[in-house]
């Protein structure tokens, strides 16, 4: 839940344009909006109405996609680490 909060902090809304947490998954804007035309972000993304209008990702979505990498990122660190079996 934290990184929702963050995400809600840093963004002021729950329905975050993609242009601005496109960064987020290693592209730019336009192959962003390409992958999402085609569903194959990580995440989710809709439009709220016609065609025309930006791409949305919904800040719950991306708090959990942001906090499954975390977790994948601190196991293998601790594997790395002896700290994990």
């Known amino acids: 839940m934290k990184t929702f ?25 336009d192959e962003a909006a390409k ?3 085609r569903h194959q972000l990580p995440v989710p993304a809709y439009r709220a109405s016609k065609q025309k209008s930006p791409w ?14 975390k977790i994948k990122a601190a196991d293998a660190w601790g594997r790395v680490r002896g700290l994990t079996g």
């Open 5 to 29: 909060f963050a995400l809600m902090a840093e963004y002021s809304t729950a329905n975050i344009p993609l242009e601005h947490v496109c960064h987020l998954f290693g592209l730019g804007t």
């Open 35 to 37: 992958r999402a035309s």
């Open 56 to 69: 949305i990702v919904d800040a719950h979505e991306l708090a959990k996609y942001l906090d499954s990498l």
